[in-house]
């Protein structure tokens, strides 16, 4: 070929790809070069290039490690789980270590991996966080925020106390109650705050109702109180009383199932908080004064309070008869070294 005729060709519109496939060909070439020159046992950089290599590998490995934890904690989680431009619904529930915790937190946690941004409050009633609870929480996949606040001894119910002598959950609510308002900022604040203990049943239908809570939700509980259900009353789509045997004057005659506030209710009240003082059955009544909620604030959820989207349903007590007599007569517990 000519020199003529090679300009000629360089100038033919194929010419600039032709070029392109030169330099490429070239680069491969160099790079092979190179690797075949470290290959050689002789060259001088080769150990150090491969300890180097095998260091940048090592640290990508922890990173992909990292990344890896770090999507079981956020990811792991339904695709639709994240939805930034939803307001949070922050899950209050209190906690204690019995034998049937973690069967009821295993299964609360269930129906929360369901709900797009939910951040779940878990406080444990315990001077210190419990292994069980931490562990089970890194696993499960939500977004969560793990405290712990002891009941003192003389407020916890004894063990042949009725369930409803003493309240229970209450510091622990409190805590959850103080966690948002030093870690939440007012100005964009946005979410709905429902206390939910770890027995209960609950509907996912529930938290799609709760979300747009803009002050307080009501909507009926099922199998409370010794009753099928306890609802608001509602007329004309107004709460007008409650419609519940035992103290349907209480003016939120609702049970802690039966509600959720908007988190603004909340920091805005900065002392509103449950209490030990409270009268039997007022813990509910007692918070939503306190914040200055009146009949007419609430919104009526749950198809004007016509459906059931949640059940106080409550763990039967662990039957542990046997393991008390295989200990009394010396044999190793059931649980030595697996955890229940
Ligand atoms: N709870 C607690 N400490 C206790 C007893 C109960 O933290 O000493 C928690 C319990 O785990 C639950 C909530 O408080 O989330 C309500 O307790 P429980 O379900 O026993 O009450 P009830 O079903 O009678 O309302
Ligand atoms: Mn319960």
Request: proline share 5%; aromatic share 8%; hydrophobic share 45%.
């Amino acid at each position: 070929m000519s020199l003529r005729q090679i300009s000629a060709a360089l100038r033919r519109r194929n010419s600039l790809i032709l070029l392109l496939c030169l330099v490429a060909f070239y680069l491969i070439w160099f790079q092979l070069a190179g690797v075949r020159l470290l290959e050689g046992s002789g060259h001088p950089h080769s150990d150090q290039w491969e300890e180097r290599v095998a260091k940048e590998l090592y640290a990508m490995r922890l990173q992909a490690s990292e990344m890896r934890r770090q999507l079981t904690r956020l990811g792991s989680a339904p695709a639709h789980w994240r939805h930034s431009d939803l307001p949070t619904i922050f899950v209050v529930t209190p906690t204690h270590a019995i034998p049937t915790q973690k069967a009821d937190l295993v299964r609360l946690s269930n129906t929360l991996l369901h709900v797009p941004n939910l951040h779940w409050l878990v406080v444990e009633d315990a001077d210190h966080k419990s292994e069980l609870v931490s562990r089970l929480l890194r696993r499960s996949g939500l977004v969560y925020t793990h405290l712990s606040v002891a009941t003192p001894p003389e407020l916890k119910l004894q063990p042949k106390d009725p369930r409803w002598k003493k309240p229970r959950g209450v510091l622990q609510r409190n805590a959850a109650l103080s966690w948002l308002r030093e870690n939440l900022e007012i100005v964009d604040a946005n979410g709905v705050v429902y206390f939910a203990d770890d027995d209960n049943t609950y509907s996912l239908e529930l938290f799609t109702e709760m979300r747009d809570i803009q002050s307080v939700g009501v909507w009926p509980v099922g199998l409370v109180g010794g009753v099928m259900v306890e609802r608001p009353l509602v007329d004309n789509g107004r709460v007008t009383g409650w419609l519940t045997p035992w103290r349907p004057d209480r003016a939120f005659a609702t049970d802690m199932a039966g509600f959720a506030v908007n988190v603004r209710l909340v920091l805005n009240h900065p002392t509103a908080s449950f209490s030990i003082e409270s009268q039997r059955g007022f813990l509910e009544t007692d918070l939503l004064t306190q914040m200055g909620v009146t009949l007419d604030d609430l919104e009526v959820k749950a198809d004007l309070c016509t459906k059931v989207l949640v059940w106080h349903t409550q763990t039967a007590k662990a039957d542990l008869k046997i393991e008390k007599i295989m200990e009394q007569k010396g044999k190793p517990a059931t649980n030595v070294g697996i955890e229940v």
